[in-house]
């Protein structure tokens, strides 16, 4: 069989396993959570993220311990830029996304905020292990904040969160401890596949681990997030579309890029030239970019969600495009988006953040989403 050939079996065996293990996980870790009596408020804001979570997680746990710190830190990256960019794009498009105001005054602006300080810590070229350990802290803050918060705005919070089955804790204990065990060794066997297949796919394609990392890993771990968000959207629950995005960006920083660089506690977690000057910037931005559009009308409009997936493959260009027999266009490509495309999207959504700003003047009692 051709090396490629078997590369890309390995890729996608890998994506699939990830996919029937996370599943596994999460019954199992909700169904052990009913059987506690544990409330389903916390179950959603905990349990339930940390299963849409788990691919990207035992990915980058797997490439620090083979040595690939570069895939570790791209697939997060890479998770969080199609998270924002095709997630939200496609679940908009499917549907206008109403925005709570919760997500403006709170979510979002944390995840700038983590996003700044992650560009920061890896701007020496390596994430160390007390910085591991900082984003780690701030997840088990950012919980307790969730829960008692989300108990004190009830009709704000709850409805954006996942239901959980009345019958999960059916089975008993033994069902659900059997279903969280194969969760976890169908993901750490699917995570080392994938990332086997990732690395030897970047050798013999010739690019770097980063682009592979950026564009493939970060697609196919950040699949659970697409299809939970676009079946909320098709049925109406676009707080929950927009809710799993952003926590789902906050827990690739603090819980994925914090494990992984505790993981190489004895080394730090490198950091390739490429994501520190490219992929860390577009990231930011890409969060950045949610306060002007969540502001806009009080949701992500068609137009919007097909501007952010628009991006997205302008994006993915931009990573290829240097590595083929076209690379020697590739100054013009940057040169294009930095002048023509950008000022376009910014000018679009000032556009419709100024029209939104006007119809809601005059109102004082008017609450964004």
């Given at each position: ?5 078997r590369a890309t ?5 890998g994506?699939?396993?990830?996919f ?6 999460v ?9 506690f009596?544990?409330?389903?408020l916390v179950?959603g804001?905990?349990?339930?993220s940390l299963?849409t ?8 746990l ?13 697939n997060?990256?890479g998770?969080n ?10 679940s908009?498009?499917?549907?206008p996304l109403k ?5 403006v005054?709170?979510d979002?602006p944390?995840?700038?905020?983590i996003?700044?300080?992650v560009?920061g810590?890896a701007?020496?070229?390596?994430v160390t292990?007390?910085?591991g350990?900082?984003l780690l802290l701030a997840?088990?803050i ?16 709850e409805?954006?969160e996942?239901e959980?089955?009345?019958n999960a804790?059916r089975g ?6 059997v279903r969280?065990i194969a969760?976890?060794v169908i993901?750490?066997i699917g ?6 297949g990732?690395?030897?796919?970047a050798t013999?394609?010739g690019?770097?681990?980063a682009?592979?990392?950026l ?5 196919g771990?950040?699949m659970p997030e697409?299809?939970?968000?676009l079946?909320?959207a098709l049925r109406?629950r676009?707080d ?6 952003v926590?789902?960006?906050l827990l ?5 890029l914090g494990?992984g660089a505790?993981a190489a506690a004895?080394?730090?977690l ?9 992929d ?11 306060l002007?559009?969540f ?6 409009t068609?137009?919007?969600?097909g501007?952010l997936?628009?991006?997205y493959v302008?994006?993915?260009?931009d990573n290829?495009?240097?590595?083929t027999?076209l690379?020697?266009?590739s100054d ?5 988006m930095?002048c023509?495309v950008?000022p376009?999207v910014?000018?679009v959504?000032i556009t419709q ?13 008017h609450?964004p989403?």
């Amino acid at each position: 069989m051709p090396d490629f050939l078997r590369a890309t079996i390995d890729v996608l065996l890998g994506i699939g396993l990830l996919f029937g293990g996370g599943e596994l996980f999460v019954q199992g870790s909700v169904a052990l959570a009913v059987i506690f009596g544990i409330p389903q408020l916390v179950i959603g804001l905990t349990v339930v993220s940390l299963g849409t979570s788990a691919p990207e997680l035992f990915v980058s746990l797997s490439s620090v311990l083979e040595g690939a710190d570069t895939l570790a830190v791209s697939n997060a990256v890479g998770s969080n830029i199609f998270n924002v960019m095709v997630v939200l794009g496609a679940s908009a498009l499917v549907l206008p996304l109403k925005v709570e105001s919760r997500l403006v005054r709170r979510d979002v602006p944390l995840l700038i905020a983590i996003s700044a300080a992650v560009w920061g810590m890896a701007s020496t070229g390596q994430v160390t292990w007390q910085s591991g350990v900082a984003l780690l802290l701030a997840l088990v803050i950012n919980t307790i904040w969730e829960i008692r918060t989300a108990r004190e705005e009830p009709d704000g919070s709850e409805g954006a969160e996942p239901e959980i089955e009345a019958n999960a804790g059916r089975g008993g204990w033994t069902m659900a401890v059997v279903r969280l065990i194969a969760g976890i060794v169908i993901l750490t066997i699917g995570s080392r596949v994938l990332v086997s297949g990732a690395t030897s796919a970047a050798t013999i394609l010739g690019v770097s681990e980063a682009v592979i990392g950026l564009t493939i890993v970060s697609a196919g771990t950040s699949m659970p997030e697409l299809i939970t968000s676009l079946v909320a959207a098709l049925r109406g629950r676009t707080d929950l579309a927009i809710g799993n995005v952003v926590g789902s960006c906050l827990l690739n920083l603090m819980l994925v890029l914090g494990g992984g660089a505790l993981a190489a506690a004895g080394r730090g977690l490198e950091v390739s030239p490429e994501l520190i000057q490219d992929d860390l910037p577009i990231m930011l931005m890409t969060s950045l970019a949610c306060l002007p559009i969540f502001w806009t009308r009080g949701c992500i409009t068609r137009l919007e969600g097909g501007l952010l997936l628009g991006l997205y493959v302008l994006y993915v260009i931009d990573n290829v495009l240097p590595r083929t027999t076209l690379s020697s266009w590739s100054d013009e490509f940057r040169l294009v988006m930095l002048c023509l495309v950008l000022p376009v999207v910014m000018v679009v959504i000032i556009t419709q953040a100024i029209f939104y700003w006007k119809r809601t003047k005059g109102r004082p009692d008017h609450i964004p989403g």
